[in-house]
């Protein structure tokens, strides 16, 4: 199968069963393209994602672009990306032709209020995996904590957050030789 076509049918797999955005979509990208495909490391994974959550977009297109890009090149990062926003496209484009009161019915509030539920779960696992991978030493664990309390404490915007948590981790990097 073409390298491109095999790219875009994943993504779009993952796009398909991926509900709740990006951080949702973790568990399942990293099953399909880590344990299934095997096409890359864990590393390269969260790698892909970091960059993916401070560059303007969404953060799963820009995920599945970054980890197309590696497979294959430009046209790698055209097919995942093509193959993540296929399904939603397609969804929306046939409940806004034919279910446009599909909302109105008890059954369909029910079933969309069960699926929070399990994004809630899914983006609990991915903020756990990210937690243990990500706190590897006492400066990350320190660029945590200031973080946590930034956002949760005094609802810091995440822009400055992200910015300063890359400013110290490059002081922390250049002065110390440390790995952040």
């Known amino acids: 199968m073409n390298k491109n076509v095999e790219i875009f049918i994943s993504f779009a797999r993952i796009g398909a069963l991926t509900f709740g955005g990006g951080y949702a979509m973790i568990p399942i990208l990293r099953k399909e393209v880590i344990d299934i495909k095997g096409w890359i490391n864990e590393e390269s994974m969260m790698d892909a994602y ?8 969404i953060i799963a297109v820009n995920t599945s672009a970054l980890i197309g890009f590696q497979l ?15 399904p939603s496209i397609l969804i929306i484009t046939l409940i806004a032709a034919f279910l446009q009161q599909a909302f109105l019915i008890p059954i369909v509030t029910q079933i969309f209020a069960a699926i929070r539920i399990a994004v809630a779960a899914l983006i609990i696992n991915t903020a756990t995996t990210l937690f243990k991978k990500g706190i590897i030493d006492i400066f990350s664990g320190m660029i945590f904590t200031l973080a946590f309390i930034a956002i949760v404490i005094f609802a810091i915007s995440p822009v400055y957050i992200v910015l300063a948590s890359a400013i110290f981790g490059i002081l922390i990097k250049t002065i110390g030789g440390k790995r952040v």
């Open 50 to 57: 970091a960059i993916a959550q401070v560059s303007p977009g």
């Open 72 to 86: 294959h090149g430009k046209k790698g990062a055209l097919s995942a990306a093509l193959g993540q926003v296929f």
